[in-house]
């Protein structure tokens, strides 16, 4: 479903988001404040530096209709700081953008999300350890995220896509910009399947200095952070360090003494990131994240629409979901009880209940479920 904003608040909105000076902080404040983006500008707040004052009176209206264009394309969406559908995770964060750009599905960035990251210049063994971790992930239903970058980015978006599960690409150019540009084609099933997601408007070009600012984006809407090969100057080392500010977890994947993209990882594992050797132990870590982010989601489609009558489930032949049903019963259980019982892994569980929950079929109350 598209996103969409008054004429008006929207161009008011891309009007903030290019005024120099500001910030996604400063933007996040000012709207915040006046409730939104043109009362923003109407209110002319004396905490607006004087180059954003002077761009906002007279704004690039060549740059702002290319904006305006840009969203008029298929699947193209701006979603602002203030809107319900900004994700849960990134809200809270530390300097949170204050919109984001997005090529494709919105509603992804509200799945339970792994962010895999490393080196642009990995071995072949650590490309295909990020696609074994992805693949796992993938098919627990939960959404891979990344950077789009060459190497453990790339093989990890991959295998994503080639498990037929969803993937995020968090970008540090505009959304009509693609770098590398050898991941064109990789952009394009993306973006069909998953989402491309930025907080630079259209037209972007990359620097250097998106890249960090794009990697608290990609730790911030994740549960956790895998960093699969990496170098002491690794820029996921930024992004894992961005993760432990923001309360998520760190795991690393350890590898030879010999092997310089190794020591990044290895680092991270003195500092106190989880040792991992398998999806499964990044999986088992996250359930309690992962059931926290299917809460918030419940409150706000129940505060949308009242729960959809009983009908016959499209994931009626799934045998992960038959094993769920079959130890659901009238006495409401803990996620961690169901795990045990179903021996589906919590990060997987909680995003299955909460469909069978809108699907009508279970019931969910301070933490537990119970079937209907």
């Known amino acids: 479903m598209p996103i969409t904003l008054p004429h008006d608040e929207t161009t008011a909105w891309l009007a903030l988001l290019r005024a120099p000076g500001l910030g996604a902080v400063g933007v996040r404040e000012l709207v915040a404040k006046h409730g939104g983006a043109a009362s923003a500008i109407a209110a002319a707040d004396a905490r607006i530096p004087d180059a954003a004052r002077t761009w906002l009176a007279a704004p690039d209206g060549a740059a702002i209709e290319r904006d305006l264009a840009w969203l008029e394309a298929p699947d193209h969406h701006l979603v602002t700081a203030l809107s319900?559908?900004?994700?849960?995770?990134?809200?809270?964060?530390?300097?949170?953008?204050?919109a984001l750009f997005v090529v494709g599905?919105?509603?992804?960035?509200?799945?339970?999300?792994?962010a895999v990251v490393g080196a642009r210049n990995a071995s072949a063994a650590g490309r295909a350890e990020?696609?074994?971790?992805?693949?796992?992930?993938?098919?627990?239903?939960?959404?891979?995220?990344?950077?789009l970058a060459e190497g453990i980015d790339g093989a990890a978006h991959a295998a994503a896509l080639d498990s037929g599960g969803t993937t995020i690409a968090v970008l540090g150019t505009g959304p009509d910009v693609v770098y590398p540009r050898g991941h064109a084609e990789l952009a394009r099933r993306?973006?069909?399947?998953?989402?491309?997601?930025?907080e630079f408007p259209p037209g972007t070009p990359a620097r250097p200095e998106h890249f960090p600012r794009r990697n608290r984006i990609i730790s911030g809407v994740s549960l956790g952070t895998l960093v699969v090969e990496a170098g002491l100057n690794s820029g996921s080392l930024i992004t894992a360090r961005l993760a432990a500010e923001q309360g998520r977890e760190v795991f690393a994947i350890p590898g030879s003494i010999h092997h310089?993209?190794?020591?990044?990882?290895?680092?991270?594992i003195r500092d106190g990131a989880r040792l991992v050797e398998a999806p499964e132990d990044v999986l088992a870590e996250l359930g309690s994240l992962g059931a926290s982010l299917a809460d918030g989601l419940r409150e706000r489609l129940h505060a949308e629409r009242s729960t959809p009558p009983m009908a016959a489930s499209?994931?009626?032949?799934?045998?992960?979901?038959?094993?769920l049903l079959g130890v659901l019963g009238a006495t409401p259980s803990t996620l961690d009880e169901l795990a045990e019982r179903s021996g589906l892994v919590a990060a997987a569980l909680s995003s299955?209940?909460?469909?069978?929950?809108?699907?009508?079929?279970?019931?969910?109350?301070?933490?537990?479920?119970?079937?209907?």
């Open 84 to 98: 319900e559908d900004f994700p849960l995770l990134l809200r809270g964060i530390p300097a949170a953008p204050a």
């Open 105 to 114: 599905d919105p509603t992804l960035l509200w799945t339970s999300q792994i």
């Open 130 to 147: 990020a696609a074994r971790f992805a693949r796992a992930f993938a098919e627990t239903g939960t959404t891979v995220t990344s950077g």
């Open 190 to 198: 993306i973006a069909a399947r998953g989402a491309l997601v930025t």
């Open 260 to 268: 310089a993209l190794a020591r990044g990882c290895h680092r991270l």
């Open 314 to 323: 499209a994931h009626a032949a799934d045998p992960d979901y038959q094993r």
């Open 352 to 372: 299955m209940l909460l469909v069978l929950e809108l699907e009508g079929r279970v019931i969910a109350e301070a933490g537990r479920y119970a079937r209907r």
